[in-house]
């Protein structure tokens, strides 16, 4: 009896040590997972349902890729993005539309949920952006700097002051002491660049990561101090978020190593 005793209390103390072995490796046998939520055999089955996103329109590209690879990461998730004016989305996340992540251009239009009580916990900035003046593939309007954007017979194009982009693109033409002669104010910073690879207007500012994802249509004239006028780019689960831990797996992965990836290849600049 003693020895059967024994073997029992010895299989005890195995069990007790495999246990504590896998309490220090962060999970238990049947609940492991990886920081992210996802299980530690990579099926992310954890994190399923739709998740909706409100981005600002600058974000259309590496967003897009994002969601790509989040597919990847967890097959169950379904990521739609809805891309505009960060100004319209914020006003829209306030007002209650049904999302569950807000990215915005600035901290300014990010503002504008957190005030109204529809933003979950502190806002988390994960890139930064800066203008550049672009110009139509050849520069048909020979534009060599801000200054020129003054000139009557040039066609400009500079968003609207109350979107991210046209609130810098005021703030950098002060500090050169420009005043600029738009002939279009956009919605926002897509349908800038739009314009300008059409050959619709000789020149508009924008941001550089824009004037890169238009490609050959567009060139980009130098802007001296442009690094002076930098926007962040904040991003937040909504207080009543449909999927908050969908919307958790994405803020994760746009402020974490995957994001920081894809926006730097989009060519945003870290936070």
């Known amino acids: 009896m003693r ?3 024994a073997r029992r209390v010895g299989m005890l103390v195995q069990a007790i040590g495999v246990a504590g072995l896998l309490v220090a490796c962060g999970g238990d046998a049947e609940g492991a997972s990886h920081p992210d939520g996802s299980p530690a055999d990579g099926s992310g089955a954890r994190i399923s349902g739709e998740v909706t996103v409100l981005a600002a329109a600058s974000l259309t590209e590496p967003f897009e890729t994002l969601g790509e690879r989040l597919a990847d990461r967890y097959p169950d998730l379904e990521v739609t993005f809805s891309f505009g004016p960060s ?3 914020a006003e829209q996340a306030a007002a209650g539309a049904p999302a569950d992540v807000l990215a915005t251009a600035n901290t300014v239009t990010m503002d504008t949920a957190v005030q109204a009580g529809v933003v979950d916990g502190t806002p988390r900035v994960f890139a930064r952006n800066t203008l550049a003046l672009a110009v139509p593939a050849g520069n048909p309007g020979n534009v060599t700097g801000p200054a020129d954007l003054a000139r009557d017979e040039l066609r400009v194009a500079v ?3 109350r979107v991210p982009c046209g609130a810098a693109a005021e703030a950098l033409l002060d500090r050169a002491g420009v005043e600029a002669a738009p002939d279009t104010l956009t919605t926002d910073v897509k349908e800038a ?3 300008v690879s059409l050959g619709e207007v000789d020149a508009a500012l924008v941001y550089l990561t824009d004037a890169a994802a238009a490609g050959d249509a567009v060139e980009t004239v130098d802007v001296p101090r442009a690094g002076a006028v930098v926007n962040d780019y904040p991003v937040a689960v909504m207080a009543d978020a449909p999927n908050p831990d969908g919307a958790h797996a994405v803020v994760d992965a746009v402020t974490g190593e995957l994001g920081r990836d894809v926006l730097a290849e ?3 600049l870290e936070p």
Request: hydrophobic share 40%; charged share 15%; glycine share 20%.
């Open 3 to 5: 020895d059967a005793g």
């Open 87 to 89: 100004s319209g989305l």
């Open 159 to 161: 968003c609207e002051p």
């Open 193 to 195: 660049v739009s314009l």
């Open 266 to 268: 989009a060519g945003f």
